[in-house]
């Protein structure tokens, strides 16, 4: 992988492997310094502080996107770069409901850089309260990499949603995959009704 500022985002996606299903979380090669590159709240990747207008290289550096701690980074089996992460690197852009052969609902969203996530015990969803009083959204990805569910996708959520008791309190929640997820206490919803 080059280096920052040596050779530019083309010789930066020449040095990453093309294969699908990459053991990135195995990865741990060392530490070759940060890169201008972040990606947006909204989704948006940026190199040099200019949109990454190419689909197909976005989901490139997706694939060798790792997360240790509170940093993100890029690697391959022998570096790794750093990069800025404005809140999580990806967006659940669409959602379609099921039943598996069980009758469980099944949730599964797409990403921004095409993942197919099932919500479930593997691929949690979390909701996290905002200083407006409403929630913030997000799926778990992969490799403790999330996904915020936009707007669209959470109205549809919400729509899905349903009251079960979870630890002697009544909440409203969304089930998928046979796991239930609590987004707020079903009476305090009720208030806003």
């Known amino acids: 992988m080059a ?32 890169i201008d590159m972040r990606i947006a709240a909204d989704g948006v990747w940026f190199y040099q502080k200019t949109p990454i207008g190419r689909p197909a290289l976005v989901k ?40 598996d052969d069980q009758g469980r609902q099944m949730l599964t969203f797409r990403t921004n850089v095409d993942d197919s996530v099932t919500a479930g015990a593997g691929h949690a969803l979390r909701f996290e309260p905002e200083v407006t009083g409403g929630l913030r959204p997000y799926l778990h990805v992969r490799r403790d990499l999330w996904a915020k569910v936009t707007r669209a996708v959470f109205y549809d959520l919400v729509a899905l949603g349903e009251e079960r ?22 009476d305090a919803l009720r208030e806003f009704a």
């Open 60 to 99: 490139l550096f997706a694939s060798v996107l790792k997360k240790e701690g509170d940093k993100y980074f890029l690697v391959t089996p022998v570096e790794k770069v750093g990069l800025k992460v404005d809140d999580v690197p990806f967006l659940a852009v669409e959602m379609s409901a099921g039943r």
């Open 3 to 34: 280096k920052a500022g040596h050779g530019g985002l083309e010789a930066i996606a020449a040095a990453l492997p093309r294969e699908r299903g990459l053991p990135v979380e195995r990865w741990n090669p060392p530490f070759c310094g940060d």
């Open 165 to 186: 008791d979870v630890d002697r309190r009544r909440m409203f929640g969304i089930a998928s995959g046979g796991a239930f997820f609590p987004m707020a206490e079903a």
